[in-house]
């Protein structure tokens, strides 16, 4: 299983643009053949910022996920609405659950 994190920071004036943006981002990607979940939070330490975290079911499903149009277009539109001095972050894990507790 690969897992992913990210985050977006927005700016006090696109919080809520960069939400909705980030829900049907989610909504749609949870649609996708090999997505076990998909889910965005906000930051409760700094509510501006979204986090985003992900299970798919293995490298070519998530490659597959880039590589939808809507995908690249969620990312240059949220890039767009983010607080200057901030980066957008990426992380991908690959995982294996070692036990179910």
Not at 4 to 29: E, Q, Y
Not at 64 to 71: G, K, L, Q
Request: a neutral charge; aromatic letters at 6%; hydrophobic letters at 40%.
């Amino acid at each position: 299983m690969i897992i992913v994190t990210g985050s977006v920071t927005a700016r006090p004036d696109t919080f809520d643009d960069v939400r909705k943006l980030s829900l049907a981002h989610v909504h749609r990607s949870r649609t996708e053949p090999g997505c076990i979940s998909h889910s965005v939070n906000i930051d409760c330490e700094n509510p501006l910022r979204l986090v985003f975290f992900e299970q798919w079911a293995d490298r070519a499903a998530l490659q597959a996920h880039f590589t939808v149009p809507a995908s690249r277009e969620f990312v240059r539109s949220v890039q767009s609405l983010t607080a200057a001095g901030t980066t957008t972050t990426l992380g991908l894990y690959d995982a294996q659950k070692i036990e179910k507790l």
